[in-house]
């Protein structure tokens, strides 16, 4: 009677759990390469915001050169 449970459970163990196992985590792997629509959403924010920030840095830039024109040497 004791054979009958640990002959199964090797089976399962050996066989059946390995393959289950990286099933899984394969599936996991997939789906995690892939943006979800909230992170495409903010990409596609960011990429918006990017050319703004460039702009506003090249006005700093043209001020601080206006004002301070030796402003690069000391950073």
Same mark, same amino acid.
């Given at each position: %009677?004791?054979?009958?449970?640990h002959v199964p459970l090797i089976i399962f163990l050996l066989f059946?759990?390995?393959?289950?196992?990286?099933?899984?985590y394969t599936t996991r792997w997939r789906t995690a390469k892939t943006? +979800?629509?909230?992170?495409?959403? %903010?990409?596609?924010?960011?990429?918006?915001?990017?050319?703004?920030?460039? +702009? @506003?840095?090249?006005?700093?830039? +043209?001020?601080?050169?206006?004002?301070?024109?030796?402003? @690069?040497?000391?950073?």
């Amino acid at each position: %009677m004791f054979d009958f449970f640990h002959v199964p459970l090797i089976i399962f163990l050996l066989f059946v759990a390995p393959v289950w196992i990286i099933a899984h985590y394969t599936t996991r792997w997939r789906t995690a390469k892939t943006l +979800s629509a909230e992170d495409e959403k %903010m990409l596609a924010e960011l990429w918006e915001l990017a050319p703004k920030l460039d +702009s @506003r840095i090249n006005t700093l830039e +043209s001020i601080l050169d206006a004002q301070a024109p030796d402003w @690069r040497k000391q950073v």
